[in-house]
């Protein structure tokens, strides 16, 4: 059995900084943050994000900085000796309450800021009613006369299935697609109201910056919208626990302009006669 050894003349850290280089080629760095979104609130709640990542971020390098400084400079193989007597400045630990009390309350007032923004259900021009059931979707058009239930697509709950002879690979949005998705309009405020029927569920898609639970016996709401320069197809997912199948109740939400919008209703108006 043969041992091999790394060669003593070589850095230790020339094998971490060797690591570290080759990551990106294996990873999709854009997975390991948040999306900025298709609407104006979830590209202020993404900023807010990366504010409070590199505050936080600035914190840590100057905190550990200086203990790792400490452990280096004045240790024991250096002739450091531990002080015995209490040192007291009053000045330098009124700073240290001051300025982490100052950055907290500068955090603090733009978070407040959006979460009202977040909680402000006025102006909304469409109304959703979004049930969660173990494990499917249904989705009611307020004033509207329309209702249907989401559920995930066929082709997916075939290829799930144990000794189905079904690639998954070949299957396109696996566990992703649904058979009928939630339509609404660009550049509308949507309000939606979040319910379940049994157990609780969670309503998510990443591109609204927005997630809530829908829980038995109560009302929950939120609201999205996406903007005009951006019709397209938003998938997401159900974000709680809640059963056998959790991984298998997806949400799709295709989002069109409002006059394909409008057609779309007068046809499941008419189809629901």
């Known amino acids: 059995m043969s041992i091999v050894k790394r060669n003593s003349k070589l850095p230790a850290g020339a094998f971490v900084l060797a690591a570290f280089t080759a990551l990106p080629a294996r990873a999709d760095w854009s997975l390991l943050n948040m999306p900025k ?51 007291h400045n009053a ?9 982490p009390t100052i950055i907290l309350i500068a955090m603090a007032i733009p978070s407040v800021e959006k ?19 173990q494990w499917y979707w249904q989705y009611e ?3 509207k006369g329309v209702s249907f239930y989401s559920r995930l697509a066929r082709s997916s709950d075939l290829a799930r299935q144990r000794g189905s002879g079904i690639d998954p690979a070949t299957v396109e949005n696996y566990l992703l697609e649904v058979d009928h998705p939630l339509v609404v309009p660009t550049g509308t405020k949507i309000r ?3 319910t379940a029927n049994d157990v609780i569920h969670a309503w ?11 829980i038995p016996g109560f009302m929950n709401e939120m609201w999205i919208s996406v903007d005009e320069d951006k019709p397209g197809t938003y998938r997401g997912k159900c974000a709680e626990l809640c059963g056998a199948d959790h991984g298998f109740m997806p949400i799709v939400v295709v989002a069109k302009p409002k006059a394909e919008f409008e057609a779309w209703l007068e046809e499941q108006k008419a189809a629901q006669l």
């Open 141 to 143: 058009y307020l004033g």
């Open 91 to 99: 000045r330098l630990e009124a700073a240290w309450t001051l300025v």
């Open 192 to 194: 939606l109201l979040l």
């Open 37 to 87: 979104g298709v609407s104006v609130l979830s590209r202020e709640i993404y900023d807010m994000h990366m504010i409070m990542l590199w505050i936080c971020l600035a914190i840590a390098v100057v905190t550990f900085g200086a203990m790792i400084f400490a452990m280096v400079r004045f240790r024991k193989s250096k002739g450091a000796v531990a002080d015995t007597k209490l040192l």
């Open 115 to 133: 979460l009202i923004k977040i909680e402000d259900m006025s102006g909304s021009g469409l109304t959703v009613k979004v049930t969660g059931y």
């Open 204 to 214: 998510w898609v990443p591109d609204f910056g927005m997630k809530r639970d829908a």
